[in-house]
């Protein structure tokens, strides 16, 4: 029986060749059929790929089998078979482009500089203690934060990962420079370096939630502080923890509750959207 699944996980490691670790993951994907996307830096790799069961575990074996990722968080979730349309794996100064290469410095531990790592339990344990003064923080784009998020989260007008030195220099969070700020994304790889960039802007108690809401959402589900679907990057594009979740999004052509994106022709061109069922004609009647 087919059983497709598709793996979430980075490394944040000094990695002296980088076009080495391409040449390698790019083999051993294509020996295992995988498909998706894997980017890699000097600091580390990023890794988004998917295809069946059997093949997507000898690949995460294969690549445990190198030291530096030997200890890496794998998160597993199910895929629809046809998640990806290719495979991409290349070599960037980033493994998550904010723009900042030279403020990222890493060593065998990870990240150094960034925000305190919290596990689900202890960013409860936070706000039990510091209620309301808590803010959590949205480290992805506003299109993701559109379908779900924590709770009262900051979500800044970021319409992808580069904006977000801009929006942190703006002025418009210095407020929050005092308090304790919860980031957050999808597995926790972009609040590794937003955390970093916060902290050198002033912020001066910066935190990021180990796994980030992929492993808060499989530890409290729907019954915690997170809200609505999460947005993935593959052909799903959005999963929920639990039938309970809400939903949040709302069409942009009707106003109705969705958590259904597409690519949603205008003027400008297609841009990808919340449409709901019953507006997905119109767009198709449009294109």
């Known amino acids: 029986m087919s059983i497709p699944k598709v793996v ?31 980017i890699i830096s000097a600091h580390g790799i990023n890794v988004t790929v998917g295809g ?17 990722f030997r ?3 794998i998160k597993w979730s199910d895929g629809a078979g046809d998640d ?22 890493v060593d065998e531990n990870g990240v150094i500089g960034g925000g305190t790592h919290l596990s689900p339990e202890q960013v409860h344990n936070l706000v039990d ?12 784009n506003a299109l993701e934060a559109a379908v779900g998020r924590f709770r009262d989260a900051v979500v800044t007008d970021a319409a992808a990962t580069r904006d977000f030195l801009s929006e942190i220099e703006s002025g418009k969070y ?5 308090k304790p700020v919860v980031t957050y994304c999808t597995g926790g790889v972009r609040c590794e370096v937003l955390s970093v960039l916060m902290r050198n802007r002033g912020f001066n ?19 915690g502080l997170w809200e609505g679907a999460l947005y993935v990057f593959d052909s799903r594009m959005t999963t929920t923890f639990s ?40 767009t198709s009647d449009a294109g």
């Open 129 to 140: 203690e510091r209620g309301d003064e808590v803010v959590f923080f949205d480290g992805r």
């Open 243 to 282: 039938p309970a979740a809400k939903t949040l999004g709302q069409c942009t052509l009707c106003g109705a509750a969705t958590s259904r994106f597409e690519n949603y022709p205008d003027a400008l061109g297609r841009d990808l959207t919340l449409v709901c069922e019953g507006c997905s004609h119109t």
């Open 8 to 38: 979430l996980f980075y490394v944040f490691t000094p990695l002296p060749d980088p076009e080495a670790i391409r040449l390698w993951q790019r083999t051993l994907c294509e020996a295992n059929d995988l498909k998706g996307r894997i």
């Open 205 to 223: 108690e910066v935190y990021q939630i180990d796994g980030g809401i992929v492993r808060y959402g499989e530890k409290y589900r729907d019954d």
């Open 52 to 68: 069946e069961l059997a093949q997507v575990k000898r690949y995460v074996r294969e690549t445990r089998s190198y030291a530096p």
């Open 71 to 73: 200890e890496a968080d």
């Open 174 to 178: 210095d407020h929050l420079k005092d």
């Open 84 to 105: 990806f349309p290719r495979l991409s794996v290349k070599v960037r100064p980033e493994i998550v482009t904010f723009g900042a290469p030279d403020e990222i410095k």
